[in-house]
C-alpha cells in the first residue's frame, strides 16, 4: 500500500508500504477513504518538533473496517468508521472521566501508526472506533474527517471554556481549530463570539460558522479591542487555538475575571508568568481533545446534516501529492488539505 512518510523537515515523500495486519485481538484494520493533514503536522514539516529518521505520518482519518480481531465486538467488517487521533480503551477511569485523550493505554496515531495511508490498523478499536449508521454520503465523509480531530479539538475547547448561552466568547487563532471553536460556540448557545482573525477568507467562513465581530489586531491592541467591545470587562470565555506564547498570553487578558480559558494550541516554548496569570483570576482548562467523548455526538449530528464543519477543507489532493499539501498549508495558501487515497 502506499503512505505518507517524513524523512526530515520539508521532506514528504508517499511510499510503498507493507499492508497492516492484526497484532493484537482488539485491533481493526481499516481502509482509509479520506485522511488529512493536521496543523500539528507543520511543527515537525517546519522543523520545531524534531524528526528523527523515516516517520509515518498522519492521525486524522476515516474508513470502512475490512478485518478485526477476535476480541473486536463494536465494530464489523464493512462498517464505516471515525476515530479519533489517539487509540484509547475507552475503559480506564480517565476514558470514563471523559478524558480519552488522557487514556493510561493511549497509542498515539502517526509515527509507528500512520492513517495518511491506504489502510491503517486502528489499536483499541472497541475503544477508539465509532461507526456511522448508514453509508455517509460524500459530503458527509468531509464532515465526519473534521470530528476524528480538529472538530473534537476546537468543540472541547468551547467546552472547556464554558461557552453558553449569555457568553460572549473570544477565539484566539483562525485555523482549522479556531474556526471550529467559533461553530462549536454557536452550537453551545454562545450570545457573542469575537474571531481574532487577519485573514480575509478565515475571516469571512469564521462569520458563516457564527462569529458575530471579528478583531483584526493581536497582543495588547487586540486585548484593548476585546476589552472594547465588553465594555471594558473581558470575555466569559477565551478559546487559545494556537500555542504560541502570544497567544496564550493575549487569552489570559482577554479573559474577564472569573471567566474561562479553554487552550488546545500544541504550545512550544510557552513560559507562564505565574504571577500575572494569578493576578488575571481567571480558570485555565485545556488539554489534547477526547475525541472519543464526542463522537457520537459529532456523528448524530453530521449525518442528520445539521453541521457542516467540512468547509475548512479548502483543497483536496490525492494521496501522491502529499507533498504539495503539506506546502499549501505550510504557505497558508490552504487552511486545511483533504487526502484521498
Known amino acids: 500500500m502506499r503512505g505518507v512518510v517524513m524523512h526530515a523537515p520539508g521532506d514528504i515523500r508517499v511510499e510503498e508500504r507493507a499492508d497492516p495486519t492484526i497484532v493484537e485481538p482488539t485491533d481493526a484494520i481499516i481502509r482509509v477513504t479520506a485522511s488529512c493533514v493536521c496543523g ?14 523515516p516517520t509515518l505520518m498522519g492521525h486524522e482519518y476515516v474508513g470502512v473496517v475490512e478485518e478485526i480481531g477476535a476480541e473486536v465486538r463494536n465494530v464489523k467488517v464493512g462498517d464505516f468508521v471515525v476515530g479519533g487521533w489517539n487509540a484509547s480503551d475507552n475503559t480506564c477511569e480517565n476514558c470514563l472521566a471523559g478524558y480519552q485523550g488522557n487514556c493510561v493505554h493511549s497509542v498515539i496515531m502517526g509515527g509507528e501508526i500512520g492513517t495518511q495511508a491506504e489502510r491503517a490498523r486502528i489499536p483499541m478499536a472497541d475503544g477508539t472506533l465509532v461507526a456511522t449508521p448508514t453509508e455517509p454520503t460524500p459530503e458527509q465523509v468531509r464532515n465526519l474527517l473534521t470530528a476524528s480531530d480538529v472538530l473534537a479539538t476546537g468543540w472541547f475547547a468551547a ?10 466568547v473570544a477565539v484566539v487563532g483562525d485555523g482549522a481549530v479556531g474556526l471550529l471553536a467559533v461553530l462549536a460556540a454557536k452550537q453551545l448557545g454562545a450570545e457573542r463570539i469575537i474571531a481574532m482573525s487577519r485573514h480575509a477568507d478565515r475571516q469571512k467562513l ?17 486585548v484593548a479591542k476585546i476589552k472594547e467591545l465588553t465594555g471594558g470587562y473581558g470575555a466569559h470565555s477565551v478559546i487559545e487555538a494556537v500555542g504560541s506564547q502570544e497567544s496564550i498570553m493575549q487569552a489570559i487578558h482577554s479573559t474577564r475575571p472569573g471567566g474561562h480559558i479553554g487552550y ?23 488539554g489534547p481533545s477526547p475525541v472519543r467523548r464526542f463522537l457520537p455526538q459529532f456523528i448524530d449530528l453530521i449525518m442528520r446534516d445539521e453541521i457542516n464543519p467540512g468547509v475548512v477543507f479548502d483543497l483536496t489532493l490525492p494521496l501522491d501529492q502529499a507533498a504539495e499539501a503539506y506546502k499549501a498549508m505550510d504557505e497558508r495558501r490552504a487552511t486545511k488539505v483533504i487526502l484521498l487515497p
Open 159 to 168: 467546552v472547556a471554556a464554558e461557552a453558553g448561552p449569555g457568553k460572549t
Open 264 to 286: 488546545v494550541g500544541m504550545s512550544h516554548d510557552v513560559a507562564l508568568p505565574w504571577f500575572e496569570v494569578m493576578l488575571a483570576s481567571v480558570h485555565l482548562h485545556g
Open 40 to 53: 500539528s503536522d507543520l511543527w515537525s514539516y517546519r522543523g520545531i518538533d524534531p524528526v528523527n529518521g
Open 206 to 222: 469564521a462569520l458563516e460558522l457564527g462569529a458575530t465581530d471579528i478583531v483584526t489586531e493581536r497582543g495588547d491592541e487586540g
